[in-house]
C-alpha cells in the first residue's frame, strides 16, 4: 500500500464548478499536512497547510480528519487558471529529522 | 539566494556517462532534501540532509547514487554509469528545520539518458 493516496483523475469540471480531492495516509504518527500544486513542467509549490480544525484560504478548504487518515481539498469557484495537478503531502519524523511524502497527485482541468 | 537554484535546467547524457546535479539550497535553509519525477509520476524521495547530521539515504535507488553537502550549503547528486531508466527530472527542495510548513523547490534539473 502507497504511504499517500490519491486518486489520479483527470477531473474535468466547468468554471465556477466545485470541485473535491481526497487523499489517504498509512502512516498513523504523520504529523502535518500540505497540499501542493504543480503546473505542467514545473516544480510543486506549496498551496496550503492543512490543520486539524480545518482552514481555508479564498476559494480553497483543507480538511483534515486524523481518525480516518484522510485529507481533503476543495475548491469553489474554479477558474481556468486552477487547472493544475494538485499533490497530497504527509510530513514524518524520521530517525534523521522531517520528511515530506508526496502522493502521485490529482489532475484538475477546468474548461470554459 | 532567493530561491532554490538548480544547474543545469537539462542535461542529455549517453548511456554509462557519469553526470553531477547541483542544489544551492536557499540560504539559511539548513535541510535539503533531493526527489525525482519520473513522467507522468509522483515524486520519488532519494535522499535528506540535515545540518550537520548523517543524510538520510533510504531512497537512493542504486549504490549508482550519491549525494554529498559541502560546507551545510550545496548539494551535488551524482548518478554514475547513467541508465535510461535513470531519465527523469531531479528536483531538490530545502527547507528551515523546525518549520513545520513545506518545502521549497527548485526547478529542477530535466536529465535524459539516450
Known amino acids: 500500500r502507497k504511504e499517500v493516496e490519491q486518486d489520479p483523475g483527470p477531473f474535468n469540471v466547468p468554471e465556477g464548478a466545485t470541485v473535491a480531492f481526497n487523499c489517504t495516509y498509512s502512516?498513523?504518527?504523520?504529523?502535518?499536512f500540505f497540499w501542493y500544486r504543480q503546473d505542467c513542467r514545473k516544480e510543486p509549490k506549496l498551496l496550503m497547510s492543512?490543520?486539524?480544525s480545518g482552514n481555508e484560504d479564498g476559494r480553497f478548504t483543507a480538511q483534515l480528519n486524523r481518525a480516518s487518515q484522510y485529507i481533503s481539498l476543495l475548491i469553489r469557484d474554479s477558474k481556468l487558471s486552477d487547472s493544475a495537478t494538485y499533490l497530497c503531502v504527509v510530513r514524518t519524523v524520521t530517525g534523521g529529522g522531517n520528511k515530506l511524502t508526496f502522493g502521485t497527485g490529482t489532475q484538475l482541468k477546468v474548461e470554459l | 539566494g532567493a530561491g532554490v537554484s538548480q544547474s543545469p535546467s537539462n542535461k542529455v547524457t549517453e548511456k554509462g556517462k557519469d553526470v553531477e546535479l547541483r542544489c544551492d539550497p536557499i540560504?539559511?535553509?539548513?535541510?535539503l532534501y533531493w526527489y525525482r519525477q519520473s513522467l507522468g509520476q509522483g515524486l520519488e524521495f532519494l535522499i535528506y540532509?540535515?545540518?550537520?547530521?548523517?543524510?538520510?539515504k533510504s531512497g537512493l535507488p542504486s549504490d549508482r547514487f550519491s549525494a554529498e553537502r559541502t560546507g551545510g550549503s550545496v548539494s551535488t547528486l551524482t548518478i554514475q554509469r547513467t541508465q535510461q531508466e535513470d531519465s527523469a527530472v531531479y528536483l531538490c527542495?530545502?527547507?528551515?528545520?523546525?518549520?513545520?510548513?513545506?518545502?521549497?523547490f527548485g526547478s529542477g534539473t530535466r536529465l535524459t539518458v539516450v
Open positions: 492543512v490543520y486539524s
Open positions: 527542495a530545502s527547507s528551515l528545520v523546525g518549520r513545520v510548513d513545506g518545502y521549497t
Open positions: 502512516n498513523s504518527a504523520s504529523q502535518s
Open positions: 540560504s539559511g535553509h539548513t535541510a
Open positions: 540532509f540535515q545540518g550537520n547530521s548523517a543524510p538520510d
